[in-house]
T-cell receptor, first 111, second 115 residues
Framework: QKEVEQNSGPLSVPEGAIASLNCTYSDRGSQSFFWYRQYSGKSPELIMFIYSNGDKEDGRFTAQLNKASQYVSLLIRDSQPSDSATYLCAGNSGGYQKVTFGTGTKLQVIP | EAQVTQNPRYLITVTGKKLTVTCSQNMNHEYMSWYRQDPGLGLRQIYYSMNVEVTDKGDVPEGYKVSRKEKRNFPLILESPSPNQTSLYFC??????????????FGSGTRLTVV
């Protein structure tokens, strides 16, 4: 069983809509979670970090964490074509040393 | 500029010829890590280091070696590369303390082809 799971997509949303990306994790000891954006051929770029239950907002991005249900989500409001990328969910395990990534969800924002 | 620098960006080599991919960070980060990225498998951790002379295996360490003699450098060594090590490799670093310090900063990647 993969420690961090994501739907590979692609997830297609129209421009201006809310994109909702989801991730589940199996290690109950995981404490911190990350969302990275990766454009094709580029390196992952950290966009959100969350470690407390609830919501965390940063501009158009909202990360949500529910430790009881072991899921993490990322909402992108007012989606733009420039948001089209693969979004990677990651969580730490084995303490803070090990960070495990999901396989990523490809998001396509249709103009 | 704060960054993680890896070299080379592209490398084609032959089976069995030892190679080293260099990684250097200028952020005084304690943690450094190597990942490989393959289609359908995502990013998988090869090795990580918590500080100078402290390293540990990740999920896919077979066929790789690392060293951390200086805080800024974390080279990845393939002593006898094989075709199944053809992949996109990323070096990453992060610091301790503060919220965003737990998030890795990634290098630009090294695309390795072993023929």
């Amino acid at each position: 069983q993969k420690e961090v799971e994501q739907n590979s997509g692609p997830l297609s949303v129209p421009e201006g809509a809310i994109a909702s990306l989801n991730c589940t994790y199996s290690d109950r000891g995981s404490q911190s979670f990350f969302w990275y954006r990766q454009y094709s051929g580029k390196s992952p770029e950290l966009i959100m970090f969350i470690y407390s239950n609830g919501d965390k907002e940063d501009g158009r991005f909202t990360a949500q964490l529910n430790k009881a249900s072991q899921y993490v989500s990322l909402l992108i409001r007012d989606s733009q074509p420039s948001d089209s990328a693969t979004y990677l969910c990651a969580g730490n395990s084995g303490g803070y040393q090990k960070v495990t990534f999901g396989t990523g969800t490809k998001l396509q924002v249709i103009p | 500029e704060a960054q993680v620098t890896q070299n080379p960006r592209y490398l084609i080599t032959v089976t069995g010829k030892k190679l080293t991919v260099t990684c250097s960070q200028n952020m005084n980060h304690e943690y450094m890590s190597w990942y490989r990225q393959d289609p359908g498998l995502g990013l998988r951790q090869i090795y990580y280091s918590m500080n100078v002379e402290v390293t540990d295996k990740g999920d896919v360490p077979e066929g790789y070696k690392v060293s951390r003699k200086e805080k800024r450098n974390f080279p990845l060594i393939l002593e006898s590369p094989s075709p199944n090590q053809t992949s996109l490799y990323f070096c990453a670093s992060r610091g301790q303390g503060g919220e965003n310090f737990y998030g890795y900063t990634f290098g630009s990647g090294t695309r390795l082809t072993v023929v």
